[in-house]
Each structure stands twice: as structure tokens, then as C-alpha cells.
Antibody, heavy 116, light 108 residues
Framework: QVQLVESGGGLVTPGGSLRLACAASGFTFSDYYMSWIRQAPGKGLEWVSYITGSGSSTNYADSVRGRFTISRDNAKNSLFLQMNSLSAEDTAVYYC?????????WGQGTMVTVSS | SDMLTQPPSVSVAPGKTATISCGGNNIGSNSVHWFQQKPGQAPVLLIYYDSDRPSRIPERFSGSNSGNTATLTISRVEAGDEADYYCQVWDTTRDHSVFGTGTKVTVL
């Protein structure tokens, strides 16, 4: 079945880096734009970034631009988010989501905690 | 659309109708999508393109969009509808997504 599974979350100190991964299955991965969306504890949803199906185009929320990099490996059906210069404000559950017109498939999320 | 405003909470009795608004400048010119999120779970697509429903979503959920307000309507509310609800649009000017502030629906 169609599925997205995130991994790579954990505890990181301020200023540190982390790389999240999202494994896709059950659909033709390269046909879809993909996004990362995050949710701070007790807060609402915040879109982070997207990447086109070919990987040729990306965009970022202002809050992460210049610090985060989205990428994908279509041969391995995988999506990535490289997060640098992390701060406490980046503490959140990070979801990957498939986007056709709307975000129609979501992973279960991976928790990132930035704390000393 | 830079910000989408939703009421923080809506309370409704079982069997009644809940309406959740999503306000934004000329939001009627955008396609609005709605998500349901239950505690500890990932969001689920509820409504797309203002009023379309994925096949697995009950007909009790409907949407509309005009002017400066999009609306999600839940008819014949059930206890299982208790959740957070978010609207979302794609801001084509900035080429990024915008989520509403979220509404917590409580079933009395």
C-alpha cells in the first residue's frame, strides 16, 4: 500500500545538524512533488519545503531558508531533509508528505528535539 | 495568502452540525484543502479543491470557498470527529504552502 516512513529524528544540541529521511513505497515516487511539514509541540502545522518529482526545483519557508536542504533519490524512493544550524525553534515533529494537488499521503512523523 | 485564520475552538453536540471557517484575503481565488488530525496521529486529507472528498471520507464532511472565507462543515457530528482541523492553500505568488491556525473541535 501507499506508505511514507520517516526516520532520522532525535536529540541534537543547538547549532548542530541532523538529516531526516523519508522512505516511500506503493507508488511511483518520481511522479510526485514531496514536502516536509513540521509541527512544534502543541502547535499547528508549518510547511517547511518542497521538491519537484525530478528534483530540479525546490523551495523553502523563510524560517528555514539557508539552513535546510531538501533532496531526493528517486532510484531509492527516498526523500531527505538536511538540517543545519538548528535552534530550539526547530523542535518539532517532522512529517514528509506526498503532494499531487493536496498533501494526500503523510508519514507518521519523526521527532526532532533541539536542546542542550 | 500569507495567513489563514481559523477559530481556535468549536464545540458541538453529537448529531448537530459544526462549521469551521478559514479566513484569508481573497481566499476564494485559491483552492483550499482541509485536514483532520487526531491526537498523536499524522494529519489526514479530508477535503481537497474546496469541496472534493477522498473516497474514504464520509459525506458528512463538506467544504465551500468564496470571497474571503472557506468553510468546512461537519454534519451529524460523531464523537469520533473530535480532532484538530486545518485548512491549507498553495500561495502561488510565493510558491509555498500556507496552513491555517487550526481549530480544535470538541464534541460535547
Amino acid at each position: 500500500q501507499v506508505q511514507l516512513v520517516e526516520s532520522g529524528g532525535g536529540l541534537v544540541t543547538p547549532g548542530g545538524s541532523l538529516r531526516l529521511a523519508c522512505a516511500a513505497s506503493g507508488f511511483t515516487f518520481s511522479d510526485y512533488y514531496m514536502s516536509w511539514i513540521r509541527q512544534a509541540p502543541g502547535k499547528g502545522l508549518e510547511w517547511v519545503s518542497y521538491i519537484t518529482g525530478s528534483g530540479s526545483s525546490t523551495n523553502y519557508a523563510d524560517s528555514v531558508r539557508g539552513r535546510f536542504t531538501i533532496s531526493r533519490d528517486n532510484a531509492k524512493n527516498s526523500l531527505f531533509l538536511q538540517m543545519n544550524s538548528l535552534s530550539a525553534e526547530d523542535t518539532a515533529v517532522y512529517y514528509c508528505a506526498r503532494r499531487l494537488d493536496a498533501f494526500d499521503v503523510w508519514g507518521q512523523g519523526t521527532m526532532v528535539t533541539v536542546s542542550s | 495568502s500569507d495567513m489563514l485564520t481559523q477559530p481556535p475552538s468549536v464545540s458541538v453536540a453529537p448529531g448537530k452540525t459544526a462549521t469551521i471557517s478559514c479566513g484569508g484575503n481573497n481566499i476564494g481565488s485559491n483552492s483550499v484543502h482541509w485536514f483532520q488530525q487526531k491526537p498523536g496521529q499524522a494529519p489526514v486529507l479530508l477535503i481537497y479543491y474546496d469541496s472534493d472528498r477522498p473516497s474514504r471520507i464520509p459525506e458528512r464532511f463538506s467544504g465551500s470557498n468564496s470571497g474571503n472565507t472557506a468553510t468546512l462543515t461537519i454534519s451529524r457530528v460523531e464523537a469520533g470527529d473530535e480532532a484538530d482541523y486545518y485548512c491549507q492553500v498553495w500561495d502561488t505568488t510565493r510558491d509555498h504552502s500556507v496552513f491555517g491556525t487550526g481549530t480544535k473541535v470538541t464534541v460535547l
